[in-house]
């Protein structure tokens, strides 16, 4: 993907974010939870690995394993996270995990 190509799959992705220096590129996906729970937080991509990736090979590796739909266990049944406001969010976050022995 040369920097034509790139911009143009910037322009059409408007949730990645994108900056570079002279060795690496970094992205970030703004939509997804992860990234937004951590601002510091990129992918970051070698300049040479990206002129050889098409768009749908970047958009996997800049989601790579963070487009996961988290879902819980409560009172005997499973809820989707994502479905949630942002009281019950508090609560998951507040909760105090046990490892099993």
């Known amino acids: 993907m040369n920097k034509a190509e790139l911009a143009h799959f910037l ?5 990645i974010e994108c900056r570079s220096d002279d060795l690496y590129t ?3 996906n703004t939509h ?5 729970n951590n601002p510091d937080s990129c992918t970051r991509m070698d300049n040479a690995v990206v002129t050889k990736l098409t768009s749908a090979e970047l958009l996997l ?5 963070l487009e996961v739909e988290q879902i819980t266990r409560i009172t005997g049944y499973f809820t989707k ?3 949630w406001n942002k009281g019950k969010l508090g609560e998951l976050k507040d909760r105090i995990r046990t490892p099993i022995e």
């Open 61 to 65: 590796e800049i989601n790579r394993g």
């Open 26 to 28: 970094y992205f970030r």
């Open 81 to 83: 996270v994502s479905q």
């Open 11 to 15: 322009e059409k992705n408007q949730q």
């Open 32 to 36: 997804l939870l992860f990234y937004a």
